[in-house]
């Protein structure tokens, strides 16, 4: 049995990052930046129109009392002839300015008339209502660093400087085997002595929730053969594997030496904490593998502190940082094992929950965060300052 933080050094120890991957903006929204992305191109690519009005030379305005509406710029057309002293051109919002014009006054502070202008806006400034070449982006700048998680903002940014794909670090394909004999899909009627599987449900929600689509799930009895047989299919097809139950030292808890038989090289078994002490963590090459437990609260619990982690590692998803909050209410716990408890914040602090049994999910869908509680705190009263996890 080893410590929280040596499980938690050795996974970010044995987890590196997927290889990059171009993926076309459409599909890249909360992925992870594998490279420095430069424009290719200016923002705007020209001096645009920020309005539907008239472009006019600003030095005009003491020249001539009324300017002649010479020609017209739509948004996407181009014009080369040079605007004349006394000319104006009708333009439209986003259409380029005309070469010889600085200025554009909007159409509602004109007049128009048998085909001239008079300007009623006499403090109109030079250059107004024109977005400069560049403004936003200088072609070759740096629009995004390596490591930036992609928002709709930051897509819109690339694809508005010329790039329709991105290099990123592709979610891992993620493989599911939940194994029991005792368990039953939801849905089915329940024979006596049996329960209704619910971890793949509460795992790949989770997996979705980090962007990660491609999940092959697997539900196998306490069979051994079966147990390897689904193993070898899912580490051939997937970069990330997590089955659950039978990986503790019960009679029919065969993950472990299954995992083995199977070519996946154990970094770990066996954590000093609670939920989850039985936690099998390994690689089989570069992919990582959890023996998550059985039971259903400690499945979650052990997702969110280390599988979680090792997301960080492989594809760039940020673990969400411990924070720092006042215990509300004193919380029994002996010393020994590092616990985690379903809490809630309130304010400034945090509450535990009721109901803490790595068997109870009523507490957890209740929940918003987990608790730390260290190994050595003894019956930590109100007022303890703990870590404490967003979920
Ligand atoms: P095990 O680690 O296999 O001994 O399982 C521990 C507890 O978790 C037992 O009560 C199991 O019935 C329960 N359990 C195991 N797998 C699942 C699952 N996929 N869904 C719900 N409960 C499970
Ligand atoms: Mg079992």
Not at 30 to 48: D, K
Not at 105 to 117: A, D, G, P, R
Not at 214 to 236: F, S
Not at 305 to 320: I, N, P, S, T, W
């Amino acid at each position: 049995m080893i410590p929280v933080a040596e499980a938690r050094q050795l996974i970010a120890q044995a987890v590196h990052p997927l290889a990059p991957v171009a993926v076309s903006l459409y599909e890249a929204v909360g992925l992870c930046l594998a490279a420095n992305v430069h424009a290719l191109c200016n923002v705007p690519p020209f001096h645009q129109s920020a309005m539907d009005g008239y472009a006019f030379r600003f030095s005009d305005l003491l020249l001539f009392d009324t300017l002649h509406v010479a020609s017209e710029v739509q948004a996407g057309a181009w014009i080369d002839t040079p605007l004349q002293p006394g000319q104006a051109a009708r333009i439209f919002t986003g259409a380029p300015v005309p070469p010889g014009a600085d200025t554009v006054i909007m159409q509602e502070k004109t007049i128009f008339l048998s085909q001239n202008i008079t300007i009623q806006d006499k403090n109109i400034l030079k250059g107004a209502n024109i977005r400069p070449c560049g403004s936003q982006t200088r072609i070759q700048d740096l629009l995004l660093p390596a490591g930036v998680r992609l928002s709709p903002a930051a897509l819109g940014l690339l694809a508005g400087a010329g790039h329709a794909s991105a290099p990123v670090l592709p979610p891992p394909v993620a493989g599911i085997i939940n194994t029991g004999q005792e368990l039953t899909p939801p849905g089915q009627p329940l024979v006596p002595g049996r329960i209704y599987e619910s971890n793949s449900y509460a795992l790949k929600a989770v997996l979705q929730q980090r962007g990660i689509r491609d999940i092959r799930l697997r539900t196998v009895t306490d069979d051994p053969a079966a147990i390897r047989e689904a193993i070898q299919a899912l580490l051939a097809d997937c970069d990330l594997l997590l089955l659950t139950g039978g990986v503790s030292v019960g009679n029919y808890d065969f993950v472990q030496a299954a995992l083995q038989a199977c070519g996946v090289q154990q970094i770990f078994h066996k954590v000093q904490q609670k939920p989850g002490k039985p936690l099998f963590f390994g690689t089989y090459g570069p992919k990582p593998v959890f023996g998550l437990p059985g039971n259903p609260a400690a499945v979650l619990t052990c997702f969110y502190e280390y599988v979680d982690l090792a997301l960080e590692r492989l594809c760039g998803l940020a673990q969400k940082p411990l924070q720092e909050r006042v215990l509300l209410a004193p919380v029994p716990k002996k010393a020994g094992l590092h616990v985690y408890l379903k809490g809630r914040l309130e304010g400034p602090g945090v509450r535990a929950l009721g109901a803490q049994e790595s068997y109870q999910m009523g507490s957890f869908a209740d929940a918003d965060c987990l608790i730390h509680l260290a190994a050595e705190l003894e019956n930590p009263p109100a007022g303890t300052v703990v870590s404490v996890r967003t979920l």
